[in-house]
């Protein structure tokens, strides 16, 4: 391999792992962009009327916190998402599926303190009669313990009250013998049938920036670093 070949070469890897780095960055940006507008369409989510979660969902687009309202019935079960704190407290997160038409949606309906005794849920209301209710589309809860959802992970309590410790949505599905769609519902704070509704954690703040000017960071070192070993290896009078 010629000098000249060699340093081509080296060229080329070099400007690879540096678009490489830069590309990561600016993924990065995008992502945090992608979060600041869903920032943003939470602090008006109060603001807004709402539309028909029907109708949102035929249109597409961005989902998250959407304001929508829907009329159907809450069915059984109710779903106790276990290992959710609040304020240093145990607890669930309350999920009951709501039928509307052919298809149902998951409804947070917000959390609840867990009684001392592990092998009770906590007494709630529901009422199963058709009704018209409000709340905002957005992801599941992140809480509980991570990992595969099996089986074992789920507990019966009676005919209407599981434990689960994540949502799945096709073993939910496989329970109620209804399609569910693939985001769920929080319902709005006051709404009948609802508790104490956070959100908290899915409005942390992103670092998303941070990361980029990271991998911006690294870019530049490896650029860097690539120069001075091309300049030594190839341009010094010594070589």
Known sequence: MTKTTSLVFYGFILLIGVSLLAKLGFWQIERGKQKEIIFAAYGEKDNIVSQSLVKTLSEGGELAWKKVHVTGKFIE????????????????????????????????RGWVKGPPIRSLLPNIVTSYKNKKIIGYLNKPPFTGISGVFDKSALELFGKDKIRIQKIDRIQIEEIIKTKLINEVLYLKQGEPDSYLVQHENLTKKHKHFAYAAQWFGMAFVLFAIGLINIKKKFFDDSN
């Not at 079960?77 to 290992?83: E, R, S, Y």
């Open 77 to 108: 079960p109710n779903i106790f998402i276990d290992n959710s704190i609040y304020k240093k407290q145990v607890g669930y997160q309350v999920v009951t599926p709501f039928v509307f038409g052919d298809a149902a949606v998951l409804v947070v």
